[in-house]
C-alpha cells in the first residue's frame, strides 16, 4: 500500500513540474522564435543558395561571393 501511495506522488510531482514548465516556457518566447529568416538566394554563378545578407550583389544578380560576381560578369559582358 505504500508503494502505491509513493508512485502516485511521484506522478504527481512530474506532471506539476511539467505543467509548470509548459506554462512559463509559452510566456517567454526565446530570441530565435521573434527572429524573422532571412531571405535566401541563389548564386548566379554556381547555385548555391545563401542568406540575402551575405550575397554580394549585382544590379538585381546574387552572388556567394566577389570571385564568382567577377566571374559571371566576364562571361556576360552586357549584364
Do not use: W
Not at 15 to 44: E, G, H, W
Not at 54 to 63: D, I, P, S, T, V
Amino acid at each position: 500500500m505504500m508503494i502505491i501511495r509513493l508512485i502516485i506522488l511521484i506522478a504527481l510531482v512530474s506532471l506539476l513540474i511539467f505543467v509548470y514548465r509548459k506554462l512559463t516556457r509559452s510566456s517567454n518566447p526565446t530570441p530565435q522564435d521573434t527572429q524573422q529568416a532571412d531571405a535566401m538566394r541563389k548564386c548566379d554563378h554556381c547555385g548555391v543558395h545563401l542568406p540575402e545578407a551575405e550575397a554580394c550583389r549585382h544590379k538585381q544578380l546574387y552572388f556567394c561571393s566577389p570571385d564568382h560576381r567577377q566571374a559571371y560578369l566576364e562571361q556576360h559582358p552586357d549584364e
